[in-house]
């Protein structure tokens, strides 16, 4: 346990937190807002599409590996450098979001500015995730993927719950110009601790700008793909956490639509479900350091989402029911705790420092299709379904991830 209690966890924590706040701006609090709004359920399921960049980070990934920013990277290195200029773009658009959706917003100019919000999270998360992976040992990995999940539901309980009570006090607006603040303890703290031991192959130089290129953006494409089962991997990060984001956006719409207040919401799944998942995120860097078992840690994430999901359909027979709430915020939150870690671990496990942040931004852009590109269809199903069908349904979507995790761990001859 002492080591949680090193310098470098602070900086990670204070970072997860600052990647954490965009999340809910761009998703369940946003949602909120437009259910204020009077927007249909179906239009707000749309706005999923504006986090489409957290899916192809990647794609930009390598000039944050490669690309020195002018007079910022002499002074501060490249990692801060980039950190400090996409923080405080971050915060400009966080501030505009905030400023004209409290309007008679049109909902394309909101949705190009969620979108930008989406764009310069995604760029901070390929700066933090690299950050991270290089200040720490490959011992040091999984309680440093618990950490940087403990800062980051920190941060998306402040631009939820806080954001909630704000909205419910004051406005829409303040609680976005709240949430901004929030970005520069992170900042501060990386300036403080200082930049990571620079990887070999950023020092090299190059002869001409077709090397620089391939050496940029080919080189970690073709390094990855050298891996072993290289594409059940990627299929495993795609889908393993496709059921527990379909649900995600439609989260506070289905429990505003029952009849709970955004007080209560904030209070019951933002403030204690905070708890929650903290409890489930920590129990799973606990079991990844002593059993040292992925193929089993993996598997026990993916079966509890399958739980925590199907727990939703309890609370749609009750309806408006603050107790049993709590029950499935209990089972959901702590669940998603356990998976997330799992998966954090997993990821910067199998990545190599050479090509930390494109590695990374690869396999994490993954991760998050679920969260954008296809829960964008969620709105439509819950139209066809109804709510008990769509959470049945969001549990079923697990099976995929199953068969991929069979695959690279327990079938015999691998």
């Known amino acids: 346990m002492f080591l949680y209690l090193k310098p470098k966890m602070l900086v990670i924590m204070m970072l997860g937190v600052a990647s954490g706040l965009p999340l809910s ?16 359920i179906a239009k707000i399921a749309i706005f999923g599409l504006a986090s489409t960049p957290y899916a192809f980070k990647y794609l930009w990934s390598p000039l944050i590996d490669n690309l020195s920013l002018p007079i910022l990277n002499k002074v501060l290195g490249r990692r801060r450098s980039w950190l400090l200029l996409t923080q405080t773009l971050l915060f400009l658009t966080i ?40 200040i ?13 999940t403990f800062g980051y539901r920190i941060g998306m309980l402040l631009s939820s719950a806080g954001s909630l009570f704000i909205a419910e006090y004051l406005n829409w607006a303040i609680a976005y110009y709240s949430v901004a603040l929030f ?7 990386a300036l403080v601790y200082g930049e990571p031991s620079l990887p070999e192959r950023s020092q090299k130089v190059h002869s001409n700008f077709i090397a620089w290129l391939r050496h940029s953006f080919a080189d970690p494409f073709i390094e990855f793909i050298k891996q072993k089962n290289w594409f059940v991997i990627i299929c495993l990060v795609l889908l393993y956490k496709l059921s527990d984001a379909y649900i995600g956006m439609l989260t506070t719409p289905f429990l505003m639509d029952i009849g709970f207040s955004k007080v209560e ?6 403030l204690y479900g905070f708890l929650t998942t903290i409890a489930g995120t920590f129990i799973g860097g ?23 999901n199907l727990v939703f359909v309890v609370q749609t027979s009750y309806g408006y029911n603050p107790s049993v709430l709590v029950g499935v915020i209990s089972v959901e939150n702590f669940c998603s705790g356990l998976s997330n870690a799992s998966l954090v671990a997993y990821i910067s496990t199998i990545v ?14 993954l991760a998050v299709v679920g969260r954008t590109v296809i829960s964008s269809s969620a709105g439509f199903v819950v139209f066809i379904l109804g709510w008990i069908n769509f959470f049945y349904f969001s549990a079923f979507l697990s099976l995929p991830a199953f068969i991929c995790l069979y695959y690279l761990y327990y079938r015999k001859n691998k």
């Open 286 to 308: 606990y079991l990844i350091a002593k059993y040292q078992n992925m193929g089993f840690i993996l598997m026990l994430g993916l079966v509890l989402q399958c739980v925590s």
């Open 265 to 270: 919401i904030a209070s019951i799944i933002k």
């Open 183 to 189: 970005l520069i303890p992170g900042a501060l703290a």
């Open 352 to 365: 190599k420092k050479e090509f930390t942040a494109t590695h990374y931004a690869i396999l994490s852009s």
């Open 136 to 148: 720490l040992t490959n011992k040091e990995q999984g309680a440093g993927a618990a950490v940087i």
């Open 25 to 40: 701006l761009s998703a369940s609090t946003l949602s909120a807002m437009l259910m204020d709004r009077g927007i249909d």
């Open 95 to 134: 501030i505009f979001v905030g400023f004209y959706g409290v309007q008679a917003p049109n909902l394309f100019i909101l949705g190009a500015g969620v979108f930008c919000i989406s764009f310069f999270s995604a760029t901070q998360d390929i700066i933090i995730d690299a950050y991270r992976i290089e």
